[in-house]
């Protein structure tokens, strides 16, 4: 009899237990995200560092031109660089600011910031765009000099990161809106922000990089050993 009673025990209708299981899975859902986008920006870190060394060693050769430190260069006044380093910062700061709102479980304005943050961000991808076309009008091609490659390579793959980022930002308003779970959606809009904040961080160095001039290089150079 008692090994009946222990078969029709439905424990998922227990109170204490779904609040005590949900907890836990959610618990481990957040620890396996953090670890897992940890993870992922430690091989994304040491992708651009090896790209960089490549770079660096590269700018040292007597065919490599950079792209700004002339007057006529392209980037000795990168102002469409700069507007996009703008749409950049704010996309990553009304990010920030749609997690903090959806930690207060104001969901609906958090759900603005966050739009605030993809329209933004797709701007920012739209006008690296215009720089490669720019770039391009002028002559200025992928395989014309060794430091217009390296340019298409960097913002193409930061590009390319950004849009998996707005994807991945997608799929949890698609989550969010599937099952309706703020705690759950607070906590993965807190691993988006911490992603644009890791490109935006990513992207500044990139820029201070491809503006710089050939001396700069030669210091850098020097200073690093190549």
Request: aromatic residues 16%.
């Amino acid at each position: 009899m008692k090994l009946l009673t222990i078969l029709m025990e439905k424990p998922w209708l227990t109170p204490d237990y779904d609040v005590n299981q949900v907890n836990s899975v959610q618990n481990d859902q957040s620890k396996i995200g953090k670890t897992a986008l940890l993870f992922f920006l430690m091989v994304v870190t040491i992708l651009f560092l090896l790209i960089t060394v490549t770079f660096l060693t590269r700018s040292q050769y007597y065919d490599f031109q950079a792209l700004a430190g002339q007057p006529w260069l392209p980037f000795t006044q990168p102002k469409q660089l700069w507007l996009n380093t703008a749409s950049l910062i704010v996309a990553s700061l009304t990010l920030q600011l749609a997690v903090m709102y959806s930690k207060k479980m104001k969901v609906d304005v958090s759900l603005i910031f966050v739009s605030f943050a993809t329209v933004f961000s797709c701007l920012f991808i739209i006008g690296q765009l215009l720089v490669w076309q720019k770039l391009t009008n002028t002559g200025y091609f992928i395989d014309s000099n060794p430091a217009n490659s390296y340019f298409y390579l960097y913002t193409g793959l930061h590009g390319l990161h950004l849009f998996g980022g707005i994807f991945a930002l997608v799929r949890v308003l698609a989550v969010f809106f599937r099952r309706t779970d703020p705690k759950r959606f607070s906590k993965n809009l807190s691993l988006c922000a911490v992603y644009w904040h890791y490109l935006l961080l990513v992207w500044i160095l990139l820029f201070l990089l491809l503006t710089a001039t050939e001396d700069t290089y030669k210091t850098i150079a020097l200073i690093c050993g190549f």
